[in-house]
């Protein structure tokens, strides 16, 4: 048996969950072999991890994989994460969403899940629609585009998801596409190694709906139009912004250290049981209002 069947009958529920419910042509099947490729490479046990998702194309993920998973409500995928990581800071909790769960329903759970920094993992997979439920535009539908609740043009402006997440103080943004499989397989474990909320947003479109609507042609010609509008982090440096135009940044975006919301909330915690009250040397309430800048 090879490497890559191994995984599948490690990893996967296969004699239960199969087959898939995904369309031909759908990157969720890219995602979830990324991540398990992922998850055996950094030699995590299978009762370590945690998968949690909500609802849509992606939150079907957790179904088909050996580990604890939870899928939860719509939107509320990042509020169960939380809850399972504070009550079990041991254990490496991954959340798959999809770019409706996370960013419209969801999207005051990510600003905030960002904004304490809780040490999870999230995975955004981005098709710029709403899939499962019939193709109607979402929060990261392009402006002028179309769905199946703009026939006749997106009239909405679109969120940047990694921008979004960044501003809301996540320790590690990145970006990939289905295309990119080995770049995708390294920023998922550059997230899961990263202490603080990490996020991956995966650009993968959806030619059942998304595609259809807006003749892009098939999933091949999806493929193809992210290899030509992918830009690495590290050619985009070196390019003009005329020639950045209409191109889209891969790669890690943003890595910072930071203080993550289970240690900040334990020290609290203690200082609560100890009885202490809770007293601030005046020059590190300088420090502290130093470190909140606002431009």
């Known amino acids: 048996m090879n490497e890559e069947r191994r995984l599948i009958y490690h990893y996967l529920r296969h004699d239960k969950k199969f087959p898939h419910v995904w369309c031909p042509g759908c990157g969720n099947g890219i995602v979830l072999g990324s991540l398990i490729r992922t998850v055996h490479a950094l030699g995590l046990s299978k009762d370590e991890v945690v998968l949690v998702s909500g609802i849509g194309c992606a939150g079907r993920l957790p179904v088909y994989v050996d580990f604890n998973t939870l899928h939860t409500t719509h939107g509320r995928a990042l509020t169960f994460a939380t809850g399972i990581k504070l009550a079990k800071p041991h254990l490496k909790v991954i959340v798959i969403m999809g770019d409706g769960d996370a960013t419209a329903i969801g999207g005051n759970h990510l600003i905030h899940a960002a904004r304490r920094n809780v040490d999870l993992t999230a995975i955004i997979v981005n098709n710029n629609i709403y899939g499962m439920t019939g193709g109607q535009s979402s929060p990261t539908t392009p402006h002028g585009l179309r769905a199946s609740t703009s026939p006749y043009g997106h009239a909405e402006h679109a969120f940047d998801i990694a921008r979004l997440v960044e501003a809301a103080g996540a320790s590690l943004v990145a970006r990939g596409t289905i295309y990119h499989v080995n770049l995708l397989d390294k920023l998922f474990q550059r997230a899961m190694e990263k202490v603080g909320f990490a996020v991956v947003e995966v650009i993968s479109h959806c030619p059942t709906h998304f595609g ?50 289970q240690s900040e909330y334990e020290k609290v915690r203690k200082r609560a049981m100890e009885g202490v009250p809770y007293r601030i040397d005046p020059q590190e309430i300088s420090k502290m209002l130093e470190s909140h800048q606002i431009y």
């Open 212 to 261: 259809k609507l807006n003749f892009l042609g098939d999933a091949v010609e999806s493929m193809r139009w992210m290899a030509e509008h992918a830009v690495a982090v590290e050619r985009a440096k070196k390019m003009r912004p005329e020639e950045l135009q209409g191109k889209f940044r891969i790669g890690v975006l943003v890595d910072r250290d930071m203080p993550d919301y």
